[in-house]
T-cell receptor, first 114, second 114 residues
Framework: SQQGEEDPQALSIQEGENATMNCSYKTSINNLQWYRQNSGRGLVHLILIRSNEREKHSGRLRVTLDTSKKSSSLLITASRAADTASYFC??????????????FGKGTTLSVSS | GAGVSQSPSNKVTEKGKDVELRCDPISGHTALYWYRQSLGQGLEFLIYFQGNSAPDKSGLPSDRFSAERTGGSVSTLTIQRTQQEDSAVYLC????????????FGSGTRLTVV
């Protein structure tokens, strides 16, 4: 079942601009993660934010989490053409005592033109 | 190995045939996940293995799908009597629950049923 929903579905910007993608989810989570996918193949883990955190930074990435609104945002600052990819949010909720399986949204397709 | 390895990278099969997809997780990663992604869609969770625990098979779409993980390492996803709607990219990921650092994905197997 789909948990996270990214918004917008597609985003086109110029190099140097900032890109903001949003993710909303439905059920309680213990962490939220953002992934990037190039060319429809393997995903690359970008950042993980835990449910007790509100903001996290990694290089040009900034992620916020608002558990009261069940939403998260991913901000990419000073975008580059190489940032062109699909971005997915994924939420972790307990399947069993041992761990979690992430539930992914449908993604935001980001195009950065030079 | 250094990353998650999946084979084959591409598979074309005739409707009704059985296929086996292989995943070699990162050494030491106790958790292994299978997802599938249809064209332009998000990731659909299929099955989750964690250590010696019974796998969570709740995402398998039908009894034609099965998976096993031998010796806590290599996993094989088997699709019997393939149908055209099985065409998708099948992605495997592994993670270390100890570090909680997110998933490492393989490059996927693109399955085309003709």
């Amino acid at each position: 079942s789909q948990q996270g929903e990214e918004d917008p579905q597609a985003l086109s910007i110029q190099e140097g601009e900032n890109a903001t993608m949003n993710c909303s989810y439905k059920t309680s989570i213990n962490n939220l993660q953002w992934y990037r996918q190039n060319s429809g193949r393997g995903l690359v883990h970008l950042i993980l934010i835990r449910s007790n955190e509100r903001e996290k930074h990694s290089g040009r990435l900034r992620v916020t989490l608002d558990t009261s609104k069940k939403s998260s945002s991913l901000l990419i600052t000073a975008s580059r053409a190489a940032d062109t990819a699909s971005y997915f949010c994924a939420t972790g909720s307990r399947l069993n005592q041992a761990g979690t399986a992430l539930i992914f949204g449908k993604g935001t397709t980001l195009s950065v033109s030079s | 190995g250094a990353g998650v390895s999946q084979s084959p990278s591409n598979k074309v099969t005739e409707k009704g045939k059985d296929v086996e997809l292989r995943c070699d997780p990162i050494s030491g990663h106790t958790a292994l996940y299978w997802y599938r992604q249809s064209l332009g869609q998000g990731l659909e969770f299929l099955i989750y293995f964690q250590g010696n625990s019974a796998p969570d098979k709740s995402g398998l779409p039908s009894d034609r799908f099965s998976a096993e993980r031998t010796g806590g390492s290599v996993s094989t996803l088997t699709i019997q009597r393939t149908q055209q709607e099985d065409s998708a990219v099948y992605l495997c990921a592994s993670s270390s629950l100890i570090t909680g650092s997110g998933y490492t994905f393989g490059s996927g197997t693109r399955l085309t049923v003709v």
